[in-house]
């Protein structure tokens, strides 16, 4: 992989929710950068703090100590250089899938002709052409997923967050589809942020793995993934040799003590 400039910096953060009896604090100095065009899978214990993570970096939320910077500038607001990708798709039943696919651009009264034209050749290059008109209950999980993608790419975004995307899938389309995502990603140049609490999926798709502690939390370990070839497909990095030997180091991260 050709890593090119940190677009992310998470430097030295804490994070701590109030709640009327007590204090618990979620992420502990943590520290992780993030460069561009790289896809990056945070995996962990549940309640660790990787949703959370997300939240930062999308200046949704303000980290109780330390300093996130995007692309070199401290963040203090809404960082309008992220775009999310949830668990559900979010589609609007009464919008066909091209009304769906522009809502971000309505949102963000942005709705020009040279962006929805963008938001069209997405639509068309990556096999939704045939679907413009359909609402999206007449089309599979899968197809919606990506139409929600599409709809986060349209906005131009320079970061990806992608909060458990697939889980909501079966395996067969979940491996499908995220195979799809990663390869629109790559074709878009665009930088990604992956909450998973699957090692397969995260090796599947990273360039890094990090793996964050028990709460409160902190990065465990990183983990650089490399296949011998750039181009192989999910099945076939599942049977590499390297996809053992990578499962069973995070395996053995999520499960100490």
């Known amino acids: 992989m050709n890593i090119k400039n940190k677009i992310v910096e998470l430097n030295r953060i804490s994070l701590k929710y109030h709640t009327p009896k007590k204090e618990i604090l979620v992420l502990d100095n943590l520290n992780l950068d993030i460069y561009e065009r790289e896809f990056v899978t945070i995996v962990g214990p549940s309640g660790c703090g990787k949703s959370t993570t997300l939240s930062l970096i999308s200046g949704l939320i303000t980290p109780s100590l ?11 607001s809404i960082n309008s250089k992220t775009a999310y990708m949830l668990q559900r798709d979010y589609l609007f039943n009464w919008r066909t899938i091209e009304e769906n696919v522009m809502l971000g651009l309505e949102i963000r009264k942005i ?3 040279s962006n929805k034209k963008y938001a069209l050749r997405l639509l068309k290059k990556y096999g939704l052409k045939k679907f413009l008109e359909c609402y999206p209950y007449q089309i599979s999980g899968g197809m919606r997923q990506k139409a929600a993608l599409i709809r986060t790419l349209a906005v131009k975004p320079e970061i990806l967050l992608l909060d458990e995307p697939f889980s909501a899938l079966d395996y067969q389309t979940r491996i499908t589809i995220s195979e799809e ?14 909450v998973s609490h699957d090692i397969s999926e995260a090796i599947f798709l990273s360039d890094r793995v ?15 993934i490399e296949f011998d070839e750039n181009t192989l497909t999910v099945r076939e ?3 590499h040799k390297k996809f053992n030997e990578y499962f069973e180091i995070i395996w053995n991260e999520l499960n100490k003590k």
């Open 237 to 239: 990095k599942r049977n």
């Open 181 to 194: 995502v990663k390869q629109i990603i790559n074709e878009e140049n665009k930088t990604a942020v992956l």
């Open 66 to 76: 330390g300093k996130i910077f995007i692309n070199g500038k401290s963040l203090n």
């Open 210 to 224: 990090v793996v964050f502690s028990n709460r409160p939390s902190k990065v465990q370990r990183i983990l650089k």
């Open 111 to 113: 709705l020009l002709k």
